[in-house]
Nanobody, 122 residues
Framework: QVQLVESGGGLVQRGGSLTLSCVCT??????YAWFRQVPGKEREFVAA?????????WYSDAVKGRFTISRDHAKNTIYLQMNALEIEDTATYFC????????????????WGSGTQVTVSS
């Protein structure tokens, strides 16, 4: 059974940091990503990586330079380090996994976690 379980969300002040984790079990993947969503809006791409090239990472313009995606192979865990958080980063964050290369579209990811809430306050 494939499971992706996120953790690490919470309430943080503007300018603060959080690290999200996503433990993946029951399946091997090569592409992974984080997306986020606010009520009433579509799921938005945040960051992506691939297991076969640890140096290749992709970020949305909104988070580039502030967020870092990474993966621990031994722990089968995906991370999203978020620094300099802004009010606009408030959302539910989802990790996603797929076989294949990178993708920025949620439609290309068959497996998802249930989400973790990040709220940035002023």
């Amino acid at each position: 059974q494939v499971q992706l379980v996120e953790s690490g969300g919470g309430l943080v002040q503007r300018g603060g940091s959080l690290t999200l984790s996503c433990v993946c079990t029951g399946w091997s993947f090569s592409g992974y990503a984080w997306f986020r969503q606010v009520p009433g809006k579509e799921r938005e791409f945040v960051a992506a990586g691939v297991t076969f090239d640890i140096n290749e990472k992709w970020y949305s313009d909104a988070v580039k330079g502030r967020f870092t995606i990474s993966r621990d192979h031994a722990k089968n865990t995906i991370y999203l380090q978020m620094n300099a958080l802004e009010i606009e980063d408030t959302a539910t964050y989802f990790c996603a996994a797929r076989r294949g290369g990178e993708s920025f579209s949620p439609d290309d990811y068959p497996f998802w976690g249930s989400g973790t809430q990040v709220t940035v306050s002023s």
